[in-house]
C-alpha cells in the first residue's frame, strides 16, 4: 500500500509540475511578445501609428480608467454578452428537447436547422438593423442568431446516442417518457450541455462584437469600429486585449 500511495504523490506531483511550466512557457511568450513589439517600435523598426505599442495601449487605457469610458463600454458588452449566453442555453435545451419530444417534427425542421446554421450571420447584421432598429435588442439577438443553430444541433444529436438500453429499462419498469427524459436523456447529457455552454459564451461575444459593429453607439465593438474610422489603432488593440486577457 504504501508503494501505491507513493507513485499515486508523485504522479500527483508530476502533473503538478508539468502545470507551472506549461503556465511559466505562456507567460513568458507573452511577456517576450510584449517586450519585443514595444522595442520594435522604439527602435522605428515598425511603424507604431500602424502597429500602435503597448505603451501607447497602456495610456489609453489609462486614460479611460480616469473617465470612466472604459467600465461604461465594457459593462455594455459584458451584459449583453451575458444575456445571449443565456437565451442561447434556454432555447437551444427547450428546442432540443422539444424535437426529442416529437421525433416528425424533427425530421421536418432538421434540414433548416443546417441550413441557419451554416449562414453567415455577420450578413444578416444589416436586416435585423432594419427590422429591429439600432439599438441593444438588435445586438442582443444577432449574437443569439451566431450560437442557437449550432447548440440546438449538437444538443439533440446527444439526446440521439443516449444508450438505447438504459431506455428500454426505463419503460419496462413502467416508465413514461417524461420519466426518460428527465432520468437518462438530461443527466446524460449534462456534459455535453456543459461543454456547449462552453463554446457558447465565445460565440456569444462574437455576436455581441459583430452587432456592436454595425448597430451600437457604445461597447466594445463599437470603440473598434471607431478606432479603424480615425486611425486610433490603440482603441482597436486594447479592446482585443482586454477581451483575450
Known sequence: MNDVSQLQKAFVK?????????????IIIFIVFIIGWEMATRFKVIDSFIFSSPSRIWNMIATMFHDRTLFYHTGITIFETIVSF???????????VILWLLPTLSDIFEPYLVILNSLPKSAL?????VWLGNNMKTIIIAAVSVAVFGTIINIYTGFKEVNGEKIKLIYTLGGTKKDVLF???LPSNIPNIISSMKVNIGLSLVGVIIGEFLAANAGLGYLIIYGTQVFAWDYIQKNFYQKCY
Not at 14 to 26: D, E, P, W
Not at 88 to 95: K, N, P, Q, R, Y
Open 14 to 26: 508530476s502533473g503538478k509540475r508539468h502545470k507551472k511550466k506549461v503556465l511559466a512557457c505562456q
Open 183 to 185: 432520468r437518462v436523456i
Open 86 to 96: 443565456f437565451l442561447v442555453t434556454v432555447i437551444g435545451i427547450t428546442i432540443a
Open 125 to 129: 447584421a444589416p436586416l435585423l438593423i
